[in-house]
């Protein structure tokens, strides 16, 4: 059984900085692409910042600069180091894992409130 964690979110003012953690547990081989996603309320799910098993990563158009995807191997966890904060990143971040021989995994989620 594998499981994906989310942890970090929170409620923080514009302008403010959080880093959500997505930490992987069972029995895992190997991780290959791991994925931060997010959906707002009355909005469709949307990939935010994904990242390959070598480190190659791609992000949205709209927190491209702001947010950074990495991820530490040794631990099975992946990050998202998210800066300048804006009302619309409030959402619900999730994170997926596609582990090798096993599938894709999807964590349970994670609320960001960004809001003076």
């Known amino acids: 059984q594998v499981q994906l964690v989310e942890s970090g979110g929170r409620l923080v003012h514009p302008g403010g900085s959080l880093r959500l953690s997505c930490a992987a547990s069972g029995t895992i081989f190997r991780i290959d692409r791991m994925g931060w996603y997010r959906q707002a309320p009355g909005k469709q799910r949307e990939l935010v910042a994904a990242i390959t098993g070598g480190g190659s990563t791609n992000y949205a158009d709209s927190v491209k600069v702001r947010f950074t995807i990495s991820r530490d191997n040794a631990k099975n966890t992946m990050y998202l180091q998210m800066n300048s904060l804006k009302p619309e990143d409030t959402a619900v971040y999730y994170c997926?894992?596609?582990?090798?021989?096993?599938?894709?995994?999807w964590g349970r989620g994670t609320q960001v409130t960004v809001s003076s």
């Open positions: 997926d894992a596609d582990l090798s021989g096993s599938g894709n995994y």
